[in-house]
């Protein structure tokens, strides 16, 4: 089973264009993704081309950060098509393990503000996910296009607005007065969405984003039930906890196609591809692993308080 150890952020290549702290660099990168992702009108300066140029040379340096902290544990990622997707579910599974005492505690243990605060953390990586998927699929060959735009079809609620995963959110935030607040963000919480923002704003980084797609998917048919059943003990009501109730009972088939059909189509017959597409799990993963870990250090005594 694959282990995911958390590390400090590794120092990035060229970073003297940016010396603050890890919280600075990544409020720094989330503030930058507001803006540019944000609709704007023509003749709107979003900010000034010398710095746009800079923010984009630390995203660059953060993601190239991340794969080359990443060949750590991809030594035994196969080329096969098949062999791949095994493999995907393999480190999913084992990622899965490793988090599971913390989650356990959420579902049984964990007060309605405590669940509010890991709630904090995750919704921005979780807003993230539909808008990836939409800007990954441009110019996918056909096959794996279509794969992605069924998977978008079902973020977007099948066409009806109450059921967008966005719109879900919402109502989960507003039970939880959760607001947009980047003060009460973690920074290994702000560089899960930096990392998925910057896949997919960074077309060099296409494939790295199909993998991490891929992975999160998995996560979720994990995470889902467990995130339910802390919900339903602290009687938050149907609609606020619609967005995890909709991803439990969802068909276990849905992820089986995207791996089916976007990781097993795009490895074929092209191993920098298949290691592209490793490379972008294990750094959602890598992320994944960094949060739950400032998660386990905040709340020691709680879980040492639940072995005991």
């Not at 704007?40 to 995203?59: K, S, Y």
């Not at 296409?206 to 995130?227: C, K, Q, S, V, Y």
């Not at 191993?271 to 992320?287: C, D, H, K, P, Y």
Request: net charge neutral; charged share 25%; with cysteine.
């Amino acid at each position: 089973m694959m282990h995911f150890t958390p590390a400090p952020r590794p120092r990035l290549q060229g970073e003297p264009f940016f010396a603050g702290s890890e919280g600075e660099f990544h409020k720094t990168l989330a503030r930058f993704n507001q803006e540019r992702f944000t609709p704007a009108n023509p003749g709107i300066v979003l900010f000034e081309p010398g710095n746009a140029l800079r923010f984009h040379r630390m995203e660059v340096a953060f993601l190239e950060a991340m794969r080359q902290e990443a060949q750590t544990y991809l030594s035994e990622n196969p080329a096969d098509p098949e062999d791949l997707v095994a493999w995907f579910e393999s480190v999913a599974s084992g990622a899965g393990e490793q988090a599971a005492a913390f989650f356990d505690w959420l579902a049984e243990r964990a007060d309605s503000e405590q669940v509010r605060w890991v709630l904090q953390q995750e919704i921005g990586a979780e807003a993230a996910v539909p808008d990836l998927l939409a800007l990954s699929q441009v110019r996918m060959p056909a096959r794996v296009k279509v794969a992605m735009a069924r998977a978008f079809w079902e973020e977007m609620g099948r066409g009806e607005e109450k059921a967008t995963h966005s719109e879900m959110l919402e109502h989960l935030a507003h039970h939880f007065a959760i607001r947009a607040d980047l003060g009460a963000i973690i920074p290994e919480a702000m560089a899960q969405e930096n990392l998925l923002n910057a896949m997919g704003a960074h077309r060099q980084y296409a494939f790295h984003a199909a993998g991490a797609l891929g992975i999160t998917a998995l996560l979720n048919d994990e995470r889902a039930p467990t995130m339910m059943r802390a919900l339903t003990r602290l009687k938050v009501p149907a609609k606020a906890r619609k967005v995890f109730a909709v991803q439990a009972a969802r068909d276990p088939a849905e992820t089986r196609a995207w791996l089916d059909d976007v990781i097993a189509p795009l490895a074929r017959r092209n191993t920098v591809r298949a290691q592209s597409l490793a490379e972008g799990a294990v750094m959602r993963l890598m992320a994944a692993a960094r949060c739950q870990e400032a998660y386990r250090l905040k709340f020691a005594s709680e879980l040492q308080a639940r072995r005991t």
